[in-house]
């Protein structure tokens, strides 16, 4: 992989020369002279662009595509009980390989470079992750109404072998939800990650019937339930946290527990509405996520975050959450929430990057280039994709994906 120097490039409001070698950025300036680098390295023109963080996906479900249009418009039970987890047990591995790369394919064409992934088959979407170039952390996902004694176990193994499995990818405990994993298995679950020095990442409080049903159940809402549990620490992510009590925030800020925001799905399912502004002034955490793309309906993290940033205001501040905060949760809060180095355009951290091309028309005029970027621009804009200082998109193009939608299309076909 030789090393990249992009000259003359905009970064906020400098001019400055970016220089990556092997997976990180090694320096950026004024100027970085062709003679300082080596003689193997490739020379990109800046002009007319501005370098900025890719989009950090902190939970989706990327083989979901093979689901995408096939149930919409009805609530999150009937949604997933009667259509998706009747087709999903028909989907066989290497569907899961072409619908993961469908959703890799549509995640870097939308400037996406990492997403968390809960789902099945797992070894499959590691598979398109490693082929296609980006980063992922993947789930060993837990859900006991749908998985044998037996494969549990499996899961637990496979977490034990496969902690340090590729360099763009790390494993992550997923149990689904506190209705699909009962007490023993969450434990077992908090204890592996915490041993393993892992993530634990599952939907949490999504919808006010979740949290009517574990408070009938356990006397508990869902976090105070896994808070009882030992569950609840700096190593956990919790996806949608909607339906939440000033009780549960305050727990949340003292576990030190990261949330993802998913507005698309949690509009679209009728699941309610984070609190923006409340957990903001806890100081919890927000990073962003497109969930899967069944229930979104596409991956595209560049609309999340105009999503997200337009339904604060609906709690009647227009300030909340503004660009620059938006622009964070969908990258900087998101690699953090997954302990990746990167988000940010910086020496030392990982060399992700986007290259925007200044003259498409919805960044003209560039009174505020992050206005543009998260209320006008759309995926168009993008030129180049760099992740792990390797360029996996040029204009516009992706390797192999016609290969990929046609595989996909007979994904449809045969279902
Ligand atoms: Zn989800």
Redesign the pocket.
């Known amino acids: 992989m030789p090393p990249i120097l992009i000259k003359s490039v905009c970064k906020g409001h400098d001019l400055v020369d970016v220089f990556i070698n092997g997976r990180f950025f090694e320096k950026i300036a004024k100027e970085i002279s062709l003679e300082d680098v080596p003689l193997n390295t490739k020379v990109i023109d800046g002009a007319n662009k501005t370098i900025i963080s890719p989009f950090y996906n902190a ?1 989706t ?1 990327a083989a979901m595509t093979l689901l995408r249009g096939y149930a919409d418009d009805m609530g999150l039970f009937k949604w997933l009980s009667e259509y998706i987890w009747p087709l999903e047990s028909k989907i066989t591995p290497e569907d899961v390989y072409w619908g993961s790369r469908l959703a890799i394919l549509e995640m870097i064409k939308s400037g996406t470079v990492f997403f968390a992934d ?1 789902y099945w088959n797992r070894e499959e979407t590691i598979r398109a992750v490693i082929e296609m170039g980006v980063r992922a952390t993947i789930g060993v996902t837990f859900a006991e109404n749908l998985m044998s004694k037996e494969s549990i176990e499996k899961n637990f193994d496979f977490l034990e072998q496969n902690v340090a499995c590729h360099e763009r990818i790390q494993l992550a405990v997923m149990p689904h939800s506190i209705y699909t994993v009962g007490d023993a298995l969450w434990k077992r679950c908090a204890e592996t990650a915490q041993r393993l020095g892992l993530i634990l990442h599952t ?1 949490i409080a999504e919808t006010a019937e979740e949290v009517e049903n574990c408070i009938k159940k356990t006397g508990k809402t869902p976090v105070q339930y896994l808070d009882s549990l030992g569950v609840l620490d700096n190593n956990v992510v919790l ?1 949608h946290a909607i339906h939440l009590t000033s009780e549960d925030i305050a727990i949340l800020e003292k576990r030190k527990v990261t949330l993802v925001h998913n507005p698309a ?1 949690n509009m679209k399912l009728s699941s309610g509405k984070m609190n923006i502004s409340a957990l903001m002034k806890a100081g919890i955490p927000i990073a962003l996520g497109t ?2 793309a069944s229930s979104n309906n596409n991956l595209d993290m560049g609309e999340e975050m105009k999503l997200a940033a337009l339904l604060a205001k609906l709690e009647g501040n227009p300030e909340l959450l503004n660009a620059e905060e938006a622009f964070q949760m969908a990258t900087v809060r998101g690699a953090k929430a997954y302990r990746v180095n990167a988000g940010e355009i910086k020496e030392g951290m990982l060399a992700d990057a986007l290259l925007i091309d200044l003259n498409n028309e919805r960044l003209i005029p560039n009174h505020h280039f992050l206005s543009n970027w998260v209320y006008s621009a759309d995926a168009r804009s993008i030129d180049k994709v760099i992740c792990h200082g390797k360029t996996i998109m040029e204009n516009g193009a992706v390797e192999n994906e016609s290969e990929i939608l046609e595989n996909v299309k007979k994904f449809a076909m045969k279902k």
Do not use: K, L
């Open positions: 939970h479900h809960m939907h996806a799905s969930d899967g």
